[in-house]
């Protein structure tokens, strides 16, 4: 028998699928069972306009089968099948799609989808395999054929014999070389997880023997081994069933059968959206961090499913960087696909979906911290901190559109709260969002600088987490209130000057001269207004503040970056008389008691002092 050779110059193009398109080699399987539904649907839509054809579901499936004897992977369905005119035509030009002629040509409704498009999902099986045999009978025809090839030295066509219709593709496995490993294609568990993993959710039975181990009947000690026919997949997803006939219980197993975690999930999203682009989803946000969130290991995505089969493990342009913790799937009929599925041809319906989903989780995340505040907080625990880096990151829209979530601990309610609920609080002088940044809620309720605010009974936000005041400033305002650092050289505050106080002016030859002793590391001395019982602190000038400074210089680059440090003096405290003093009458002193005050107050900070030695020296000459 004449061997025909591939047309189209299709051996170029089939080495090239062999060899370059598909990452996975383990999608071949993926492809065969896709087209295998193809050919069942195909039946199906023939009832819809005939007759004299019936269907009845439960008389057709696919079935894999394995021959580790022979090295054989068989794939069969009860499909329409091909004639020798088809198996030529569609198997002998390699991209011609059977199934897209077909749809083309048939109104599809009912709910029913042809799953294949481009016609080279079959020749990924030579990914895996050294010869690929497809043996077919037409729906309707008494005649089989039996299609041969070993790859791009072409293809042979002759009669052959099947009972009944449908298709059986059997694919020889290659044998293993020093570079790859070919026996897992034939390993049942290996199989099985391959179907579970892309077409779990095929509408047809997917049918295999499984072997397992058991004891034999009416014995407490022997066993047998066995085989038994079982279907693998689900058939029918959870997203295209009723959200009213499923259960809070029904969402938690499959987030649990997905593997998206080992928590229990604190919400379920569950999105059905027929438009522009049409679309299923399951959402998930969950409990917990996964260990390895915050670490470059970690990747972001939802699993992306065209027609019930999966095409993308983690697609991540559907989720933007701050919702990067949510899991879940989406599932469309609308994707435009490339030639391997595995990426997207166009992004227009993707951006699309990813703008609606975004809105989504929005709306959920605003549902549960007005509705079930204690998971929220939870949910805030774990997750609040990458939603302050979208703040950060993020430009344009999204600064507004996060604003509403935040949470930060409150001096007055002693819990957290929003910026909506700090500011529904704020008395009609108040021009400031007041907030202290610090690395617990305990030392910055300790902070010398808090005592003017707290005086006036105003609320302060405070700041643990480092990214929170990057945010913030990026933030800028909120519902036209800036925010304001306790430690900012202006507090926007009006305080009355005691007649008792001259003043700043009242005090310039001793601050200018405390300022000659303290150099360049101050960038001046001054009368504080904001300290009542403290003696000293520091504030900062400019945008950068004193704990940014901390952050950055926690950073392996950070390029010397200071803050713009100015040394604040209480002139009403006991110690500014003893600085008075020093400056009328000993200089020496005066220098001593600048460079305790100053290293005081960079202790209060968290800063480290320059020259520890000399500190605690001269702490021993006072102490004498």
Same mark, same amino acid.
């Given at each position: 028998m004449a061997k025909k050779q591939f047309k189209a110059e299709s051996k170029r193009l089939l080495d090239l699928l062999i060899n370059s398109v598909y990452t996975h080699r383990e999608v071949f399987l993926r492809e065969l069972i896709s087209n295998a539904s193809d050919a069942i649907d195909k039946i199906y839509y023939r009832a819809l306009t005939d007759e004299a054809v019936s269907f009845n579901k439960d008389d057709y499936y696919i079935k894999v089968s394995i021959n580790k004897a022979n090295r054989t992977l068989t794939v069969t369905d009860t499909g329409i099948g091909m004639t020798k005119e088809e198996l030529d035509d569609n198997l002998g030009v390699i991209a011609k799609s059977g199934s897209?002629?077909?749809?083309?040509?048939?109104?599809?409704?009912?709910?029913?989808?042809?799953?294949?498009?481009?016609?080279?999902?079959?020749?990924?099986?030579?990914?895996?395999?050294?010869?690929?045999?497809?043996i077919s009978r037409a729906f309707g025809s008494a005649e089989a054929y039996m299609?041969?090839?070993?790859?791009?030295?072409?293809?042979?066509?002759?009669?052959?014999?099947?009972?009944?219709?449908?298709?059986?593709?059997?694919? +020889?496995? !290659? =044998?293993?070389?020093?570079? &790859?490993?070919? @026996?897992?294609?034939? %390993?049942?568990?290996?199989?099985?997880? /391959?179907?579970?993993?892309?077409?779990?959710?095929?509408?047809?039975?997917?049918?295999?023997?499984?072997?397992?181990? +058991?004891? !034999? =009947?009416?014995?407490?000690? &022997?066993?047998? @081994?066995?085989?038994? %026919?079982?279907?693998?997949?689900?058939? /029918?997803?959870?997203?295209?069933?009723?959200?009213?006939?499923?259960?809070?219980?029904?969402?938690?197993?499959?987030?649990?059968? !997905?593997?998206?975690?080992?928590?229990?999930?604190?919400?379920?999203?569950?999105?059905?959206?027929?438009?522009?682009?049409?679309?299923?989803?399951?959402?998930?946000?969950?409990?917990?961090?996964?260990?390895?969130?915050?670490?470059?290991?970690?990747? !972001?995505?939802?699993?992306?499913?065209?027609?019930?089969?999966?095409?993308?493990?983690?697609?991540?342009?559907?989720?933007?960087?701050?919702?990067?913790?949510?899991?879940?799937?989406?599932?469309?009929?609308?994707?435009?696909?490339?030639?391997?599925?595995?990426?997207?041809?166009?992004?227009?319906?993707?951006?699309?979906?990813?703008?609606?989903?975004?809105?989504?989780?929005?709306?959920?995340?605003?549902?549960?911290?007005?509705?079930?505040?204690?998971?929220?907080?939870?949910?805030?625990?774990?997750?609040?901190?990458?939603?302050?880096y979208g703040i950060y990151r993020e430009f344009g829209g999204n600064r507004d559109f996060l604003q509403d979530l935040l949470l930060f601990y409150s001096s007055k309610e002693k819990k957290m709260?929003?910026?909506?609920?700090?500011?529904?609080?704020?008395?009609?002088?108040?021009?400031?969002?007041?907030?202290?940044?610090?690395?617990?809620?305990?030392?910055?309720?300790?902070?010398?600088?808090?005592?003017?605010?707290?005086?006036?009974?105003?609320?302060?936000?405070?700041?643990?987490?480092?990214?929170?005041?990057?945010?913030?400033?990026?933030?800028?305002?909120?519902?036209?209130?800036?925010?304001?650092?306790?430690?900012?050289?202006?507090l926007g505050i009006e305080t009355a000057t005691s007649a008792d106080s001259p003043g700043q002016d009242g005090y310039k030859e001793l601050f200018a001269k405390m300022k000659s002793v303290l150099g360049d590391k101050v960038s001046a001395v001054r009368a504080s207004k904001r300290l009542k019982h403290h003696p000293v602190c520091l504030a900062s000038e400019g945008e950068l503040s004193i704990e940014m400074e901390k952050i950055l210089k926690s950073l392996p680059a950070n390029h010397g970056i200071q803050a713009k440090k100015v040394l604040e003096v209480n002139v009403n405290h006991d110690v500014f008389k003893v600085l008075q003093d020093a400056y009328a009458n000993d200089e020496e002193k005066l220098k001593l008691y600048t460079d305790l005050l100053y290293n005081q107050a960079l202790l209060i900070e968290g800063l480290p002092v320059s020259d520890p030695v000399e500190f605690t020296n001269n702490i021993c000459k006072i102490m004498k």
């Amino acid at each position: 028998m004449a061997k025909k050779q591939f047309k189209a110059e299709s051996k170029r193009l089939l080495d090239l699928l062999i060899n370059s398109v598909y990452t996975h080699r383990e999608v071949f399987l993926r492809e065969l069972i896709s087209n295998a539904s193809d050919a069942i649907d195909k039946i199906y839509y023939r009832a819809l306009t005939d007759e004299a054809v019936s269907f009845n579901k439960d008389d057709y499936y696919i079935k894999v089968s394995i021959n580790k004897a022979n090295r054989t992977l068989t794939v069969t369905d009860t499909g329409i099948g091909m004639t020798k005119e088809e198996l030529d035509d569609n198997l002998g030009v390699i991209a011609k799609s059977g199934s897209m002629a077909f749809k083309n040509e048939n109104e599809i409704k009912d709910g029913y989808e042809i799953i294949g498009q481009f016609g080279v999902g079959f020749y990924s099986a030579f990914m895996v395999a050294e010869k690929v045999t497809v043996i077919s009978r037409a729906f309707g025809s008494a005649e089989a054929y039996m299609w041969e090839s070993q790859g791009v030295d072409g293809y042979t066509i002759k009669p052959c014999t099947r009972d009944g219709f449908g298709t059986d593709v059997i694919l +020889r496995i !290659k =044998e293993n070389t020093a570079e &790859e490993s070919y @026996d897992e294609f034939l %390993e049942e568990y290996r199989i099985r997880s /391959i179907i579970k993993k892309y077409s779990d959710f095929i509408r047809y039975p997917i049918k295999m023997d499984i072997s397992g181990r +058991r004891l !034999k =009947e009416g014995s407490e000690t &022997e066993y047998e @081994d066995y085989t038994e %026919e079982q279907i693998i997949n689900s058939m /029918i997803p959870i997203w295209k069933r009723n959200k009213n006939e499923l259960t809070p219980e029904d969402y938690a197993n499959f987030y649990a059968e !997905k593997h998206y975690g080992f928590d229990k999930p604190l919400r379920h999203i569950h999105i059905s959206v027929e438009g522009a682009v049409s679309y299923n989803a399951i959402l998930f946000i969950p409990e917990k961090i996964p260990y390895d969130y915050y670490t470059r290991e970690y990747e !972001k995505g939802l699993e992306l499913y065209a027609n019930g089969v999966m095409i993308m493990q983690k697609c991540a342009d559907l989720l933007p960087d701050y919702f990067s913790f949510v899991k879940g799937m989406v599932d469309s009929e609308d994707l435009s696909l490339n030639i391997s599925r595995e990426m997207l041809q166009h992004d227009r319906q993707l951006k699309l979906i990813a703008k609606n989903i975004k809105a989504r989780i929005k709306s959920e995340l605003e549902s549960l911290l007005k509705n079930e505040r204690d998971k929220y907080e939870l949910f805030w625990k774990s997750f609040g901190r990458q939603l302050k880096y979208g703040i950060y990151r993020e430009f344009g829209g999204n600064r507004d559109f996060l604003q509403d979530l935040l949470l930060f601990y409150s001096s007055k309610e002693k819990k957290m709260v929003t910026l909506e609920e700090y500011v529904s609080r704020m008395p009609e002088e108040q021009k400031y969002i007041y907030y202290a940044a610090g690395e617990t809620n305990e030392r910055i309720e300790k902070m010398p600088q808090t005592e003017l605010l707290a005086e006036k009974g105003y609320e302060i936000l405070y700041f643990t987490d480092e990214i929170d005041e990057f945010a913030i400033k990026m933030l800028g305002a909120y519902k036209g209130k800036e925010f304001k650092s306790v430690s900012a050289g202006d507090l926007g505050i009006e305080t009355a000057t005691s007649a008792d106080s001259p003043g700043q002016d009242g005090y310039k030859e001793l601050f200018a001269k405390m300022k000659s002793v303290l150099g360049d590391k101050v960038s001046a001395v001054r009368a504080s207004k904001r300290l009542k019982h403290h003696p000293v602190c520091l504030a900062s000038e400019g945008e950068l503040s004193i704990e940014m400074e901390k952050i950055l210089k926690s950073l392996p680059a950070n390029h010397g970056i200071q803050a713009k440090k100015v040394l604040e003096v209480n002139v009403n405290h006991d110690v500014f008389k003893v600085l008075q003093d020093a400056y009328a009458n000993d200089e020496e002193k005066l220098k001593l008691y600048t460079d305790l005050l100053y290293n005081q107050a960079l202790l209060i900070e968290g800063l480290p002092v320059s020259d520890p030695v000399e500190f605690t020296n001269n702490i021993c000459k006072i102490m004498k």
